[in-house]
């Protein structure tokens, strides 16, 4: 098993930037990715950025491309998520997620349903 902690959200105004982090332990060296989805109220959950365990690869929606960037440090099983220019759109609660077999180029287009790991999620609230 896996376990994931978020840590990282609060308020910021408008243009402002955060940092999330999301700390893996456990079996981690089962996961071939991870990354974050997020859920805005009354909303569904979508998709967000996710990152290749091995090989570092990205990929990010569209909605979010050139604002946001996942990381990853190995040694501490921890990925991160860099939030620049935030906007009120992007509040919501994010979900780090991890997976043992779904390849990170495919969390934008395969349910998310059959996720492996998750997280219980960190609230980021952007003010105007």
């Known amino acids: 098993q896996v376990q994931l902690v978020e840590s990282g959200g609060g308020l910021v105004q408008a243009g402002g930037s955060l940092r999330l982090s999301c700390a893996a332990s456990?079996?981690?060296?089962?996961?071939?990715?991870m990354g974050w989805f997020r859920q805005a109220p009354g909303k569904e959950r979508e998709f967000v950025v996710a990152?290749?365990?091995?090989?570092?690869?990205?990929y990010t929606a569209d909605s979010v491309k050139g604002r946001f960037t996942i990381s990853r440090d190995n040694a501490k099983n921890t990925v991160y998520l860099q939030m620049n220019n935030l906007k009120p759109e992007d509040t919501a609660v994010y979900y780090c997620?991890?997976?043992?077999?779904?390849?990170?180029?495919?969390?934008?287009?395969?349910?998310?349903?059959?996720?492996?790991?998750w997280g219980k999620g960190t609230l980021v609230t952007v003010s105007s």
């Open positions: 456990g079996r981690t060296f089962s996961m071939i990715a």
């Open positions: 990152i290749s365990w091995s090989s570092g690869s990205t």
């Open positions: 997620a991890g997976d043992r077999y779904m390849r990170a180029a495919t969390w934008a287009t395969r349910s998310q349903d059959g996720m492996d790991y």
